[in-house]
């Protein structure tokens, strides 16, 4: 078996380094706005991320008595939404450029576990805001989780959702995150498919591969 | 060529000031969250509270009591993790949950709050004690027949009404019961925990407004199940959680919907949709299929433009032995 210290080592090194991190040049097929959609979502979890802090600062509910923080709430509740809107851009493009390809199926499945934790982290947000989209949801949604075995995580408890909504899923997400954008950076972004035709293409010439 | 890759590899890299980039996305996002922000603020919906739904329709509240006490009620009968009942056990994953968060709907909906108010109000005493020294059948006819009478009920003078009838103690407690869910004090009584003096937990408050109370609230029928639930907001016009929409969906096909255990059904075929697009790499066919459709050649339009249509598979890879970044 492989040297476990030499093989940490040289995975370390390549996820230090400032050469993974700050690249000086790019793929030329990676430009555009379609390669701004990861970076994109990203940058709105730096918002929701600093807004959030200002939010758990302040309280949950304190949006409804103070102005300033109810400004805050709006930038946090358009953050997620910006999140979300960038988040199923990038997913398409990911999706429709096979970005997979190459030995890179670890980074679209950190990728989509990251939707998967996004999910519960946007709604347990939305449940300990104390409106009627709360109320609501916590009475319609509690049947599901009760339904999967699920119902140790209680919607109606404000005080597990806001642990839930500011520590657990937050980290988690934080975590998904950055394993996935370390590997885009260590595995660089998916080059195109040949240009060769393919079966039901027309264009021309070329053989299918 | 290794169909397993399936990529060029004779591009160029060119230069690229990444940190320019990472900073311009940010200011992207900061400046569309900010003018959204300011240009539609949030979208808040005063919640229904007890106190407001006791005084806008002070006999279905009563109608909402009377429920928790028999028994009848959602919550009262609505199984694990809250209690025995089964009118809302879905699969055996929820029995195997087992009961976690334990209501007993007559007495932490009704009795406990009302002895709470009793020093405030001494005719709830009198009448608590009437109902609770009464036999289990007692209780229950004085239960039918109240529940009936309060489908001809009115409400005079601050109280509710029901013609002459056999009910016991019943007139007095819903009353006794109303006066406390019009004074605001009712949602305090039900979430009181002796041991903390925090009030992280509301369940008790938000699950005794569940049933009849929010399912008939005009303000929550666009939110319903039927008319795509989640993914609407409370106010109109402004996004909820669309990306809840392929659950949703799945909520609205007939055999979910029609189910007695629709929210198992729905959200584990949800689960399988998040697997299928989680394992794409790995399927084989569909992990093939964007090759197919041929959005990429928009997406690398100015890439293909200089590059040879026809290169054959095994020149292109050649040439990113010389070319490979």
Avoid: C
């Amino acid at each position: 078996m492989a040297n476990w210290t030499t093989a940490s080592k040289r995975m370390l090194s390549e996820v230090m380094s400032a050469e993974t991190w700050l690249p000086t040049e790019m793929p030329e097929y990676a430009q555009g706005f379609m390669y701004m959609l990861g970076s994109l979502t990203a940058s709105s979890f730096v918002v929701l991320v600093l807004s959030g802090i200002l939010l758990a600062m302040n309280g949950p509910d304190s949006w409804s008595y103070n102005s300033a923080m109810r400004f805050i709430a709006a930038v946090h509740f358009w953050g997620v939404q910006a999140f979300f809107f960038f988040m199923m851009l990038h997913l398409w493009r990911v999706f429709f450029t096979g970005a997979w390809r190459g030995g890179r199926g670890l980074t679209w499945l950190l990728g989509a576990i990251a939707f998967l934790i996004a999910i519960p982290t946007a709604f347990t947000g939305f449940l300990i805001n104390g409106d009627l989209y709360s109320e609501w949801n916590i009475v319609q949604a509690k049947d599901g989780l009760n339904a999967m075995g699920l119902g140790w995580v209680n919607l109606a408890n404000s005080g597990q959702m806001f642990g839930m909504h500011v520590v657990v899923l937050p980290l988690l997400l934080t975590i998904v995150i950055a394993l996935h954008i370390t590997r885009v950076r260590t595995k660089s972004v998916v080059p195109p498919y040949p240009n060769v035709k393919v079966k039901g293409q027309t264009e021309k010439g070329g053989s299918a591969s | 060529m290794n169909p397993r890759d399936d990529v060029v590899k004779n591009y160029r890299m060119v230069p690229e000031d990444f940190v320019k980039h990472l900073f311009s996305t940010l200011a992207i996002v900061i400046v569309v969250v900010l003018l959204a922000s300011i240009l539609f603020n949030l979208p808040e919906k005063q919640p229904l509270t007890i106190k407001g739904y006791s005084t806008a329709h002070p006999v279905q509240f009563e109608e909402v009591v009377l429920r928790a006490l028999d028994g009848q009620g959602q919550i009262a009968n609505y199984g694990p993790p809250y209690n025995h009942g089964t009118g809302n056990v879905e699969s055996f994953l929820q029995q195997w949950a087992g009961i976690l968060h334990p209501i007993n709907a007559a007495q932490d909906f009704v009795i406990k709050p009302l002895k709470m108010a009793e020093s405030l109000n001494p005719t709830i005493a009198p009448a608590l004690k009437t109902f609770e020294h009464a036999s289990k059948a007692q209780q229950a006819l004085w239960e039918a027949n109240y529940t009936k009478a309060l489908q001809h009920a009115t409400y005079k003078n601050g109280i509710v009404v029901a013609p002459p009838g056999n009910y016991g103690p019943l007139p007095i407690l819903l009353n006794d019961a109303l006066a406390l869910g019009k004074s605001g004090l009712y949602s305090g009584a039900l979430i009181r925990n002796p041991k903390v003096i925090t009030r992280f937990d509301n369940q008790n408050y938000v699950l005794f407004l569940q049933g009849t109370p929010l399912q008939t609230d005009p303000a929550t029928q666009s939110m319903a199940g039927p008319n795509w639930g989640i993914i609407h907001p409370a106010i109109n016009g402004y996004p909820g959680a669309w990306w809840m929409t392929i659950p949703t969906w799945i909520y609205q096909w007939p055999f979910v919907a029609n189910s007695s255990a629709s929210d198992a059904l729905a959200l584990s075929i949800g689960f399988l949709f998040w697997l299928a697009l989680a394992l794409t790499p790995w399927i084989p066919g569909w992990n093939r299929l964007p090759r197919y459709l041929g959005v990429h050649r928009l997406i690398w339009r100015e890439f293909y433009k200089n590059q040879p249509v026809d290169t054959p598979p095994a020149a292109v890879e050649e040439g990113g032995r010389e070319h490979a970044s």
